[in-house]
């Protein structure tokens, strides 16, 4: 699996792609969750622990010194920080 990573190309477009794919996946399955069942309505803390998700994935890759990689990640991360404060304040 390591070895796999490892061909990824150390660009910054690469960890925005990875940063708004991972928690988007996460968001809506998180979503979906919250739409089904009523006592998930208000668990707004569910959201931020899927854009949280990104911290991990960013301390992944700069351990394997790609660096590029985790300043895409951070962008992505504070571009769903943006769009959950907005949803805040919208709701």
Request: with cysteine; aromatic share 18%; proline share 1%.
């Amino acid at each position: 699996m390591q070895e796999k990573f490892s061909r990824i190309k150390n660009s910054a477009f690469t960890g925005l792609g990875i940063g708004l794919a991972v928690p988007g996946i996460l968001l809506s399955l998180v979503w979906y969750l919250m739409q089904r069942f009523a006592f998930l309505a208000k668990a707004d803390l569910l959201l931020i622990g899927c854009i949280a998700v990104n911290a991990l994935l960013m301390h992944y890759f700069f351990k394997r010194n790609k660096e590029n990689i985790g300043r895409g990640i951070i962008s992505a991360t504070f571009l769903w920080a943006f769009a959950f404060f907005f949803y805040k304040i919208n709701r």
